[in-house]
C-alpha cells in the first residue's frame, strides 16, 4: 500500500496518530515518530481559546525541534472563531495540517453542540468547515476532518458528513466507528467506515477504532477500503506500534525480517521488558527536555500502567513508578525489571486505554434534535468552546 495524500502533504506511511488530550504532547509525538513514519497530531485545541490568546492554548501549541511537519487538532463550534483560528495556525505556527474535531463524546463538549454533536447540524457543518479550508487555502495547508457516526444509533450523521466534508474542500475524513453514545464502549462498527468509503469518492476515507496491532489495520485496510487508518488507544504504552505499522504498510516487505509486517499477531515483532523499560525512560526524558524534570517525571506517571501492561511487575514497583519524581529515581525502579521478561502474549489484539459503558443518552443543548439543516436550536453566536481538558 502506498502512502497518504492530504492536498499537499504526503505521509509516506498511510497511519495517522490519533490527537488524545494529555498524551500526544510533543514528547510523545516524537517517541511515536522514532518508531515509524506517519502523521503525529497534537492533541486537541480549542479555536476560542487560540484567537483570545489563552495562555494555556498556547503553551499546548508546542513542537519538538525535530518535528518537521506540525499537525494540530482544533476543536469549535462557531465558524468565524475556527476560521480565524486555522489562519494563525497557518500563518503564525507554521502547521503544515489542520484536523477538525467533530467526534468527541464528552459531555461538557456534546452539551454546547461541540465535538459529536455538531454533524447533527448539516448548514453549520457545512459553514464551519468552509471558513477552516478558506483560511488554510492561502497557505496551502490541507484541512480534514474527524467525526463518529452519529449521536446513537437513532440519529446517525457520518454519510451526510461525509459529503459535507467533500463540497468544502477537506483533504480527508476520519470515520471513529463509534457513536457519541457509545464513546470507547464495545466494538468499533468497520462496516460503516466501508459505507463511508464507499459513498466519499473524490477524498481520502481514514478508518479509526480497534486497531489494538499493525495486523489490525492491515485488516481494517482489506476489509472496509480505506486509504489509511488512526491509531488512538491501541499506542498507549506501546509507541513501538508504529514500527510495526510502518512495516506492515512498506512496500514489497519480506515477511520474517524483524521489523517485517505484522499480517498476524504471530509475526509482529515484540519488545522484551528490558526494551519496554528502555522506551519508558526515553518518554521520561523526553517529557523533561520540554517540561522540565519533576513535571515532565510526574507527567510521565499515567504512562506506567499502560507500559507494564500484562507483565509480571510486582504491585509495590508498580506504585512507586507511579509515584516517581526524577529520572535518577526512574533509573533505579527501571533496574529492578527483569529484563529478559517476553512481551505478556495475553496483551496482544486486547482492548487498551479507557473504555466504560454506553451511555443512556446523549447530552445535548435544548431542542437540539429539532433542526438538522438550520442553526435554530443553539445559535452559532451562543455555542462556546470548552476548556483545554476535554478528551478527544
Known sequence: ?????????????PVVLAPMAGITNAAYRRLCA??????????MITSRGLVEGDETTKRMLVFDEAEKVRSVQLYGTDPRYVGEATRILCEEYGVAHVDLNFGCPVPKVTRKGGGGALPWKRNLLGRILEEAVAAAAPYDVPVTIKTRKGLDDDHLTYLDAGRIAQDAGCAAIALHGRTVAQAYSGEADWNAIAELKQTVTEIPVLGNGDIWEAADALRMVEETGVDGVVVGR???????????LAAAFAPSPVAGVRGAPATSLETTTLPTLGEVAAMMRRHAELLSEHMGEERGCKEFRKHVTWYLKGFRAGGELRRS??????????????????PAEPFPASELGAPRGRQGAPRSRVVLPEGWLDDTDGLSGCGVGVLEDVDETTGG
Open 234 to 244: 491501541g499506542c498507549l504504552g506501546r509507541p513501538w506500534l508504529f514500527r510495526d
Open 321 to 338: 513508578l507511579g509515584l516517581v519524581d526524577s529520572l535518577a529515581a526512574l533509573d533505579r525502579l527501571l533496574a529492578e525489571l527483569d
Open 34 to 43: 522514532e518508531h515509524g513514519a506517519g502523521l503525529y497530531v497534537c492533541e
Open 1 to 13: 500500500m502506498t502512502g497518504l495524500t492530504l492536498g499537499s502533504l504526503e505521509v509516506p506511511t
